[in-house]
């Protein structure tokens, strides 16, 4: 049973910087397990953020970025906003199936 | 503009079967798969599978995967998952979204699947 792990909770400051991780319980994740990050505010479908490790869709904001960081798949938020305010979960590809992390939840405060 | 919309909440037995549809539009569907990814109330994402909607071709998470099936039809552009012998635990909201190349970008609105007695 592969297993994803995020942090459960964040707090960031209004124009600070944060980054959020997400690790394998198979050993480093790599650019080979193609990292996704969603965004998921309450009442909401999630909304895809990054994509391949560090690919932004169109509509993603500049202050979001993807990295790999320390054998993790990482999603860092640079000058955050009240609105950055919700749930992130990333995605990691294990060869024909996909497991998503637990999720964090981020507030700013 | 691209756009999965998805058929309406459903009520159910358990025992029963659903089957949630999910009608795209906005870009040329068999390019993309669908995948389906599930929510229980108060909980995380977890996904539950995809399809090809060129040649069909499925993968499925293996704790659900006796119970699962998508399918896609191609003259209508939609997507369906089917979710059979439903317990009280299957009580989620279900999306579905596309896929191309490791990237998973639009998502359709979520269906609420509600089984009880």
């Known amino acids: 049973q592969t297993v994803v792990t995020q942090e459960p909770s964040l707090t960031v400051s209004p124009g600070g910087t944060v980054t959020l991780t997400c690790a394998s319980s198979t050993g480093a994740v790599t650019s080979g397990y193609f990292p996704n990050w969603f965004q998921q505010k309450p009442g909401q479908a999630p909304r895809a953020l990054i994509y391949?490790?560090?690919n932004k869709h169109s509509w993603t904001p500049a202050r979001f970025s993807g990295s790999l960081l320390g054998g993790k798949a990482a999603l860092t938020l640079s000058g955050v906003q009240p609105e950055d305010e919700a749930e992130y979960y990333c995605?990691?590809?294990?060869?024909?199936?996909?497991?998503f992390g637990g999720g964090t939840k981020l507030t700013v405060l | 503009q691209v756009q999965l919309v998805q058929s309406g909440v459903e009520v159910k037995t358990p025992g029963a079967s659903v089957k949630v549809s999910c009608k795209t539009s906005g870009y040329t569907f068999i390019n993309y798969g669908i995948c389906w990814v599930r929510q229980v109330p108060g909980q995380g994402l977890e996904w539950m599978g995809c399809i090809s909607a060129y040649n069909a071709h499925t993968n499925y998470a293996q704790n659900i995967q006796g119970r699962l099936t998508i399918t896609r039809d191609t003259s209508t552009s939609t997507g369906y998952m089917e979710l059979r012998s439903l317990r009280s635990d299957d009580t989620a909201v279900y999306y579905c979204a596309r896929d191309l190349d490791f990237c998973v970008d639009y998502w359709g609105q979520g269906t609420l699947v509600a089984v009880s007695s």
């Open positions: 391949t490790t560090n």
């Open positions: 995605l990691l590809y294990y060869g024909g199936a996909w497991v």
